[in-house]
């Protein structure tokens, strides 16, 4: 995947972005590629990058070619995590932590907006939990899903689902939004000005 933008190389507003993505090696070329096309444009902007932590899958990717980019990336990893070896030792910042709660909490307070890519369980898990909290007013951060190759259409069906049977509210569909280009990923954090409230992590 290449990607050409009118702006390349110059500053957001938003300063530091969270990556959440799968750590699994076995999957499709384009997935690992649009994760290097991702860090790699968010290091040219001079945008630190926080994530899982992970050398292996789309995380490590994620890493590798932000700090090849000269991004700062940030790295949270609980300690039964790190104790299993798959800690990336190269990182700007490496913070173990004593579990997952006390990961994502932290991830949330080092970011000013989250981007989804691909991934599985855990990802989903990530996903869901930053969507809420944000429906529930405990942060104001933009949530960006990139959908590539259509991976995320089923969970976009199903939020749509829910709206649909009136688990959820309309409104909700505007908690997040979604790409399929690094481009368009860049024009919303363009867009977007720096979060204002604090982030309440203490009802997370």
Known sequence: M???SSKQGSKLSISSVCVYCGSSNDVAPHFKSVASDVAT???QRGITIVYGGGHVGLMGI????????????????????RSKEVQ???LTELHVVANMHTRKNMMVERSEAFVILPGGLGTLDEAFEILTW????LHNKPIIIFNEGGYW???LALIHQTVKEGFSQLPDLGLFKVVTTVDELLAILESEAKPSATVVTSKM
């Open 2 to 4: 290449s990607f050409i």
């Open 88 to 90: 990336h030792n190269g």
């Open 41 to 43: 444009a968010l290091a």
């Open 134 to 137: 944000k429906k529930l007013k």
């Open 153 to 155: 259409d089923i969970f």
């Open 62 to 81: 994620v890493a590798d070619a932000g700090l090849k980019a000269g991004a700062k990336v940030i790295g949270i990893i609980p300690e039964h995590i």
